[in-house]
Antibody, heavy 121, light 111 residues
Framework: EVQLVESGGGLVKPGGSLRLSCAAS????????MNWVRQAPGKGLEWVSS????????YYADSVKGRFTISRDNAKNSLYLQMNSLRAEDTAVYYC??????????????WGRGTLVTVSS | QSVLTQPPSVSGAPGQRVTISCTGS?????????VHWYQQLPGTAPKLLIY???NRPSGVPDRFSGSKSGTSASLAISGLQAEDEADYYC???????????FGGGTKLTVL
């Protein structure tokens, strides 16, 4: 079955760190660019970060630049998001999502179920 | 404030047709970048509904259709069903921000 499964969410204090993981299965993970997209409680979707298939190209939203680091391990079919200096406004469900399309016209054709990150003292 | 503007809510009776607009600018939709649509049922992850302005992934009913003109795009849902009650999001690329952008989402209520 083609799927993405996130893990690693939880409760963390402001200023703390957390590492999210996303396990891919059912498709050739190493052929796809991947992303993290988040959704704050009761709010809309916000793209967070993307990484190309070979990790050559990495991009971040301004809201997380300098604090979050995306990475991947193609041998383990896994995507990661290291989140440091967490703030209350980072509280959200974090989705792992696969890119399809082409440069400038990417879309997310496969989503995981998400993992909840809560930043609170 | 989202880069792409959607109405917060729309509603319709079963069997009716509703449309959801997505308004952008010259740096995203107006620049020729494609618009994509997602459906998010309550308590679930988003699901791709329309890609490349008007294409439906396998398994998406043909009651769902998309279009794009100028700096705007629209999602139309015909033959409205109770199961269509969900949040709908448009998405494109913005050359000024150099990144993916989403609309704020539209909640569809089936009366």
């Amino acid at each position: 079955e083609v799927q993405l499964v996130e893990s690693g969410g939880g409760l963390v204090k402001p200023g703390g760190s957390l590492r999210l993981s996303c396990a891919a299965s059912g498709f050739t993970f190493s052929s796809y660019s991947m992303n993290w997209v988040r959704q704050a409680p009761g709010k809309g979707l916000e793209w967070v970060s993307s990484i190309s298939s070979s990790s050559s190209y990495i991009y971040y939203a301004d809201s997380v630049k300098g604090r979050f680091t995306i990475s991947r391990d193609n041998a383990k079919n896994s995507l990661y998001l290291q989140m440091n200096s967490l703030r209350a406004e980072d509280t959200a469900v974090y989705y792992c999502a696969r890119y399809s399309g082409y440069v400038g016209n990417w879309y997310f054709d496969l989503w995981g179920r998400g993992t909840l990150v809560t930043v609170s003292s | 404030q989202s880069v792409l503007t959607q109405p917060p809510s729309v509603s319709g009776a079963p069997g009716q047709r509703v449309t959801i607009s997505c308004t952008g600018s010259s740096s995203n939709i107006g620049a020729g970048y494609d618009v994509h649509w997602y459906q998010q049922l309550p308590g679930t992850a988003p699901k791709l509904l329309i890609y490349g302005n008007s294409n439906r992934p396998s398994g998406v009913p043909d009651r769902f259709s998309g279009s794009k003109s100028g700096t705007s795009a629209s999602l139309a849902i015909s033959g409205l069903q109770a199961e269509d009650e969900a949040d709908y999001y448009c998405q494109s690329y913005d050359s000024s921000l150099m990144g993916v952008v989403f609309g704020g989402g539209t909640k569809l209520t089936v009366l």
